[in-house]
């Protein structure tokens, strides 16, 4: 079984200061890790992957994440949020085994303050 | 870039009655996934297909739940005598046939409301 944890409903920060969004995940195997993003009334949009290589990957709008195996981590990282980055935000794990289902984590919603 | 696309993007309709969601998805994706969100879940997985083959059902798709992809093109997902707690937003989403390397890609959803 896989399954994703994120330990902040919510995390508030002021524009131009770093941000951080955690995520810890279980998985029988390798992991594959996406965060994708949510506005009000739309669908997920997808930030970045972890598939296998360097640990910190990058993505879209900024965007990037650590992948910490011992830690079982993957944590989101911008180093300047803007308010535009105020959503919601997804982080998902695929076990190798099952590659067609991806679990998703409850979601963190970030408020960026100008 | 033509996304995802369902319809309707609100669905309100009484206890009992039947309800059937449309999906269109990127058209080079052979892939297509229904899933469900609740307010402040993450989205749950209900189903997939390959292509026309619906390879694997959630047990939380009970038996008034149905879905189809009729010539691997678009989908439908039917709820029959719908209970106010299939009040949910529900998200098709699509991806290549690269197995574990592909994101999926979201429609906006279908929202819900059984009163």
């Known amino acids: 079984a896989q399954s994703v944890a994120q330990p902040e409903d919510q995390v508030n920060v002021a524009e131009g200061n770093p941000l951080t969004v955690k995520c810890t995940y279980s998985?029988?195997?390798?992991?594959?890790l996406f965060w994708y993003v949510q506005y009000p009334n739309r669908g997920l949009q997808f930030l970045l992957k972890?598939?296998?290589?360097?640990?910190l990957v990058k993505g879209s709008y900024g965007f990037e994440a650590e992948f910490n195996k011992s830690q079982t981590s993957f944590h989101l990282k911008k180093p300047s949020a803007l308010v535009s980055d105020s959503a919601l935000y997804f982080c998902?794990?695929?076990?190798?085994?099952?590659?067609?289902?991806?679990?998703f984590g409850a979601g963190t919603t970030v408020t960026v303050r100008a | 870039d033509t996304g995802v696309s369902q319809n309707p993007r609100h669905k309100i309709t009484k206890r009992g009655q039947n309800v059937t969601f449309r999906c269109d998805p990127i058209?080079?994706?052979?892939?297509l996934y229904w899933y469900r969100q609740t307010l402040g879940q993450g989205p749950e997985f209900l189903t997939y297909?390959?292509?026309?083959?619906?390879?694997?059902k959630s047990r939380l798709l009970s038996d008034r739940f149905s879905a189809e992809r009729p010539k691997g093109s678009f989908s439908t997902l039917e709820i029959q005598r719908t209970e106010q707690g299939d009040s949910a937003m529900y998200l098709c989403?699509?991806?290549?046939?690269?197995?574990?390397?592909?994101?999926?890609?979201f429609g906006n959803g279908t929202r819900l409301t059984v009163t």
């Open positions: 989403a699509s991806s290549l046939d690269q197995g574990y390397n592909s994101p999926l890609h």
């Open positions: 998985v029988s195997g390798n992991p594959y």
């Open positions: 972890y598939i296998t290589g360097d640990n």
């Open positions: 998902a794990v695929r076990d190798r085994a099952d590659d067609y289902k991806l679990s």
């Open positions: 058209s080079e994706h052979n892939r």
């Open positions: 297909f390959q292509n026309e083959a619906q390879l694997e």
